[in-house]
């Protein structure tokens, strides 16, 4: 596959800026695989596809208010840093982007209130820093939670609103770690969880910590050459047993999301099981991936040329999936985060 093969046209006016309500309202296109049949549904209509004994997925990770704003020391310019992840507890240190970067070198401090700021002790790309915050700030996680904003994605061409805060939050978030939402997680509301619990679902959780990597374009046209950026995953012992056993049984796995498909798909036994593991995983899946836990998927509708449009397509099937995404455009579907679902059968 080349990276031109996942090109569509995506007008601006159905990249969707706020989510519906409730949550479980949005559009679902549904997507069966072997016949290759759409059907148009609601999202609380999820349910009616699982059966007792199945089994679903999600990602507990938690994103981070993770846009600072800061005053640099001395000259008092304003300066934006993005928190990308915890390099070291004990220490403080931390990987952050920073805005305008000309202005941030080495040894310059950020202050954020009178309990917050960092010094810069490392430079890592063009924009990117490694900051120490002082010891005295208490849980940095803490920190930010209480003076950072929402990172929405680039493409939601608005301010953050306080509504964000917990809009941009699934409700399984428990882990912090990630810049961007699980955004098929979105959906579910506490209502639907309890409908699925009731129906004898079992639901079972990873941890995949999701970057900015996710929005990075590919800039290679052979995608046998893109390289993911690394991202924190965790496969609990339960799961795997959960996952495991639903397997042996022939049931199915419903996993929510492309993040917890790669938290998945990078811990296989060589006989086709999950393996419960903790650690790093750069795994790019695109067609013609062959999905070894992921039965059924759901996932919002991406960007064009986007890693996640391509596992989409990896396990949809291509052609299925740009026929598909036309459809979508054609009926009115809202595109990305805070837009509506597919669920592929």
Request: proline share 4%; net charge positive.
């Amino acid at each position: 596959m080349k990276l031109s093969d996942f090109k569509y046209n995506l007008p601006k006016t159905v990249i969707a800026k706020f989510p519906v309500e409730p949550r479980d309202s949005a559009q679902m296109m549904v997507l069966d695989r072997k016949t290759e049949s759409v059907e148009h549904k609601q999202f609380t209509d999820v349910v009616d596809y699982m059966s007792k004994g199945d089994v679903l997925v999600v990602n507990e990770t938690k994103v981070m208010q993770a846009r600072l704003y800061g005053k640099k020391e001395r000259t008092n310019a304003k300066i934006e840093v993005f928190v990308l992840r915890e390099l070291n507890r004990e220490e403080n240190i931390w990987d952050v982007i920073v805005d305008p970067a000309r202005k941030v070198r080495i040894g310059n401090r950020i202050y954020f209130n009178d309990n917050l700021w960092c010094e810069v002790i490392d430079n890592t790309t063009s924009r990117g820093r490694t900051v120490r915050f002082n010891e005295d700030a208490g849980d940095i996680f803490e920190a930010i939670e209480k003076i950072g904003l929402t990172p929405l994605p680039p493409y939601i061409k608005r301010d953050v609103v306080q509504e964000d805060k917990e809009n941009y939050q699934s409700i399984f978030a428990k882990y912090d770690g990630s810049v961007a939402a699980p955004t098929a997680s979105l959906h579910f509301t506490p209502e639907l969880v309890k409908k699925i619990k009731k129906k004898g679902i079992k639901v079972v959780s990873v941890i995949l910590h999701i970057g900015l990597g996710t929005f990075r374009p590919v800039e290679v046209e052979d995608l046998t050459k893109h390289k993911m950026d690394s991202e924190y995953f965790d496969i609990p012992d339960e799961t795997a047993e959960v996952v495991n056993a639903a397997l042996k049984a022939k049931k199915n796995i419903f996993v929510v999301g492309t993040s917890a498909t790669r938290a998945l798909e990078s811990s296989v036994t060589s006989e086709g099981f999950l393996k419960p593991n903790y650690g790093w995983t750069d795994k790019f899946i695109f067609p013609a991936y062959d999905f070894k836990i992921t039965k059924k998927l759901i996932t919002n509708f991406h960007q064009p040329e986007s890693t996640l449009l391509m596992l989409t397509a990896a396990f949809a099937g291509y052609d299925f999936s740009m026929k598909c995404y036309k459809k979508a455009l054609k009926e009115k579907y809202r595109f990305l985060s805070y837009g509506d679902v597919m669920l592929i059968l």
